[in-house]
């Protein structure tokens, strides 16, 4: 399985972007898909992911500024992050994970820089 990110950049303060992953490889129908962040100095969080039924979890950060969304047909998530604060800087993982027969398989994509600076 690998994750290809795509997007990500430089952008200013209350600007827009908007960054896709695709899965590729066997990766089974039900899973879940999303985004974490790490900036510089600090820990690996989780930005949003979402269920191949829909299901959403955003952090508290980022909620009603960022939407996720995806294509089960191609195994693609992506990531609207509107109205960008120069703390939303970080580098931006895909993530995506199952459980089958209770065995957790998680993957990461290679991440995407984003900036967010005057």
């Known amino acids: 399985v690998q994750l290809q990110a795509s997007g990500g950049g430089l952008v200013q303060p209350g600007g827009s972007l908007r960054v896709s992953c695709v899965g590729l490889g066997s990766i089974p129908r039900v899973n879940t898909m999303g985004w974490y962040r790490q900036a510089p100095g600090k820990q690996r969080e989780l930005v949003a992911t979402?269920?191949?039924?829909?299901?959403?979890n955003y952090a508290d950060s980022v909620k009603d500024r960022f939407t996720v969304s995806r294509d089960n047909a191609k195994n693609t998530v992506h990531l609207q992050m509107n109205s960008l604060k120069p703390d939303d800087t970080a580098v931006y993982y895909c993530?995506?994970?199952?459980?089958?027969?209770?065995?957790?398989?998680?993957?990461w994509g290679q991440g995407t820089l984003v900036t967010v600076s005057s």
């Open positions: 979402i269920t191949n039924g829909g299901k959403i």
């Open positions: 993530n995506a994970a199952w459980i089958i027969l209770s065995q957790k398989y998680e993957y």
